[in-house]
Each structure stands twice: as structure tokens, then as C-alpha cells.
């Protein structure tokens, strides 16, 4: 490929705009209105405006973006994560305008995207699946399944992914009245607004093993990630490997990964997610078929360049890693700094960046699209930029990263900062012993909320 747009924004943008540099590929970046002066439009060759501040109007208006993409002559489109980037229409109207999406085929998004249907194809291929349901219909439906499957539960989108149209229900009462609030968020994030019902683990642990697919049927995984630090379903901090992880069940996570990959002819770079009980028992949560936001933790460990593996997928190349090739090398955490508080019933504030200074030294990266005197735009997430650390193992790259979350100073904008500098001093945090529970818990503990 010779030219791609990047059909995104904020930091990922900059991430792929920055691989097709070291790949001697042209870039041409999309922007809304108010993104008119993100850094990512400076950074590319070409940057065009698909439209006004809205995502549904921009950064997911498929027509404008295709039309961009033709018009400034690229050959490819990467759409980064979110918005476009699970889209199987999406996928099937770039290949019929001959570009190449960056990521799987359209069959494996339409497959991939209906997280029901994709559970239902897994336990066939005999991946231990979460007990839950197809789409949810009616009320009627709704009620009956939850009772079959018993409290707690989890009503999520079909489409979904980061959180948004998930919903948590202890009981009868709360179920239906979460109800129309997840279909509701689920169509403004996705545009279908289909639900269904799963079985919430208690105390589990949220692993997810990276996987990379060529053309021509050879797939290998790239470790696993621990992503239980989060708050609304939305993930705070990962690491890589995962800590408390015997070498048996990370063996055993690694073979499902593959198994269930081989199962559906998957290409390109994925991820799948599981739920890992206190037992030590592993059951499938989901596939996402995309780049993932913690990419950057398992790129340190393993050292591979997952965005350049992921374009020179998409363009064809076999891959250029055996399963024996790859091999972890000392321990990295992620730390997601958001214009929000850590603490009950925050959301996310805009403002200015009036003061912004960037740690840096031995093992630490900051993939970020924030600078000083940037306008943080109320339309779109939360994430200002992602701090990372590296060490030689795990207690090294803890005081790697709080000697550079210490460095860190963004001021103007409320920030997750304090969250993560005191969630870092915990000794649970610290021996690696925490689940999904973890922050509901410690926010219940805890006077630091912002």
C-alpha cells in the first residue's frame, strides 16, 4: 500500500500515522469540526474535515469518509478501534470501492460483531463459553432468561464493546428498568440496538490473549493481558503477562486463543477476551476484531509493532512470527489517563490543557494526542493519552511507573492521575490479587476520587 487513510482520531491516529511513517506509507488523516486543530491533522500528509462535531456526522458518517479516502487516493483504510472499526458494512463498501480495510473481512466482522451468535460458535469449537442467551426480543424474553440464568447478570450489547450498552442487574427490578437504557446506548454507539443477556462471574478476572492471522492459514498469539482494573466496564490499567498466572492456565488460554481463531479462518490482528473465575476455570467473553487500546503493554513485552503487523496483514504478507519466535521479556503496565475523576457517578469534564509535562527516561512511553493549550472536545471519549511503563519484571515496572506517573503533570482538565498513583500504593494491586471487583470495591474504601 501506498497511501492510507486513518479513519479516526486521538491518539490512535497519531499511532498508525506514525507505523505508516516507519513503513514509507503516505497518510491522510479525517477530522471533525472540532478536531480541526488535533494534532493528528498536522501529523499525517493530507488531513480532510468529513463533517460536523457529532460522531454520527463525522467520524462515523461512512459515505464522507469513503468519498475522502477516494478522492486524496488512498489505497487502504485503517479505522483504528471504535467507531468504524468493527463496522462489517463499513468493511464491505471499502472493498467494493477497491480499498483495503485494515483489519478482517466483512464475514468476520457480521460474525465477530454479533457477540451471541460469535459465543454460539465458539462452544461448537469447543472454547468454554459464559452462560447467556441470544438477542433478547421482548420483556417477556428478558425476564424469563434472567431467571433461567440466575442473578446477578449482564444485559450487553450485540454490537458492543468498551463498556457502552452493558449494563449490571442484581435483580428483576433493575433489569427492567436498565433495559431501554442500554438498547438506547447501544444504538447511539453502534446504531443496532439488539441486547442479550449473560451470566455475571463473581470475582473474575478479565485476561485476554492478542492473536495475529495471515492470509494463509498461519495464526500465532502474542501473550495475554490482564485488563480487570476497570470502572463502568471501561478499563483503567493492564498489564503484560498477567500476574498470579501459572504457566499451565497461560498455556491453556493461549491454545483456546488459537483454537478459537482457527475455528472461524480468522486474518488479520485480534483479541480474545475471557472471564478467568477464582478457580482457576477460563470461559470465553468475546473476539474483538481490531487493534486494542492496551496494544502498547504487549508490544513492550514481546517486541512486535503490532500496528506494522497489522497493515502488512492487510496488504498480504504472511506473517513473519512462529509460535517459538515469540517469547516475553519482563513486564509492562498501562495506566489510561482520563479527563474524569475515578469515583462514583463521574463523567467526563472538557476543558483547556493549561500546563502539560511528559515523563520520560528508561522504560517509559506516552502515547498521547494531548498538547499544551488543547481543547479537550465534549463529544467524544474520555482518554487524554496512555502511560506506559516497562521493566524487567514486575516490581520493576512498578516503580517505573510511579516514578513516572509522578513526572506527569496535566493541569487545566480533571484527570485520572490520583486514582492511579494511589491504586499503585495498594497491596492488593501490588501482589497482582485483583478482579473485576477491584475498583467498585476500592471506590467503596477509598476517600481519593480524583
Not at 183 to 191: K, N
Request: charged share 25%; hydrophobic share 40%.
Amino acid at each position: 500500500m501506498r497511501r492510507i487513510l486513518v479513519a479516526n482520531r486521538g491518539e490512535v491516529a497519531l499511532r498508525i500515522i506514525r507505523a505508516c511513517r516507519e513503513l514509507s506509507i503516505e497518510t491522510v488523516a479525517i477530522y471533525s469540526e472540532a478536531d480541526r486543530t488535533a494534532l493528528h491533522t498536522t501529523q499525517a500528509d493530507e488531513a480532510v474535515c468529513v463533517g460536523p462535531a457529532p460522531a454520527e456526522q463525522s467520524y462515523l458518517h461512512m459515505q464522507n469518509i469513503l468519498a475522502a479516502a477516494l478522492i486524496c487516493g488512498a489505497d487502504g483504510v485503517h479505522p483504528g478501534y471504535g467507531f468504524l472499526s468493527e463496522n462489517a458494512l463499513f468493511a464491505e463498501m471499502c472493498a467494493a470501492h477497491g480499498l483495503v480495510f485494515i483489519g478482517p473481512s466483512s464475514q468476520h466482522l457480521e460474525l465477530l460483531g454479533d457477540k451471541a451468535r460469535a459465543k454460539a460458535v465458539m462452544e461448537e469449537a469447543g472454547v468454554p463459553v459464559i452462560p447467556g442467551s441470544g438477542v433478547i426480543s421482548s420483556r417477556t424474553d428478558l425476564v424469563e432468561t434472567a431467571a433461567e440464568l440466575g442473578y446477578p447478570v449482564l444485559l450487553k450489547a450485540r454490537s458492543g464493546g468498551g463498556g457502552k450498552g452493558m449494563r449490571l442487574a442484581q435483580d428483576r427490578t433493575e433489569l427492567l428498568r436498565v433495559f431501554d437504557t442500554a438498547r438506547a446506548e447501544a444504538r447511539a454507539s453502534f446504531q443496532d440496538d439488539a441486547v442479550y443477556l449473560e451470566k455475571c462471574l463473581l470475582g473474575a478476572r478479565h485476561i485476554e490473549v492478542q492473536l495475529l492471522a495471515d492470509n494463509y492459514g498461519n495464526v500465532v498469539h502474542v501473550g495475554e493481558r490482564e485488563c480487570s482494573l476497570q470502572h463502568r466496564y471501561q478499563k483503567l490499567l493492564e498489564e503484560c503477562p498477567a500476574p498470579q498466572i501459572s504457566a499451565e492456565l497461560r498455556a491453556r488460554l493461549g491454545a483456546a486463543a488459537l483454537q478459537g481463531a482457527r475455528a472461524v479462518n480468522y486474518r488479520g490482528a485480534g483479541t480474545m477476551e475471557f472471564l478467568v473465575d477464582p478457580a482457576g476455570n477460563f470461559y470465553f467473553v468475546e473476539m474483538n476484531p481490531r487493534l486494542q487500546v492496551e496494544h502498547p503493554v504487549t508490544e513492550l513485552v514481546y517486541g512486535v509493532d503490532l500496528v506494522k503487523e497489522q497493515i502488512r496483514l492487510a496488504a498480504g504478507e504472511p506473517l513473519r512470527y512462529s509460535q517459538a519466535m515469540l517469547s516475553p521479556r519482563g513486564h509492562a503496565i498501562e495506566c489510561r489517563i482520563n479527563a474524569e475523576a475515578v469515583a462514583p457517578g463521574s463523567r467526563p469534564i472538557p476543558g483547556v490543557v493549561e500546563k502539560l509535562i511528559v515523563p520520560g527516561g528508561p522504560g517509559v512511553r506516552w502515547d498521547s494526542h494531548i498538547y499544551q493549550g488543547y481543547s479537550v472536545p465534549p463529544f467524544y471519549d474520555a482518554l487524554l493519552g496512555k502511560l506506559i511503563a516497562w521493566g524487567e519484571d514486575r516490581q520493576e515496572a512498578l516503580r517505573c511507573m510511579e516514578r513516572a506517573l509522578q513526572e506527569l503533570v496535566i493541569e487545566g482538565v480533571q484527570t485520572s492521575l490520583a486514582f492511579h498513583r494511589a491504586v499503585l500504593r495498594d497491596e492488593r494491586f501490588r501482589a497482582g490479587s485483583y478482579s473485576t471487583d477491584f475498583v467498585r470495591q476500592w471506590l467503596a474504601e477509598s476517600e481519593i476520587v480524583g
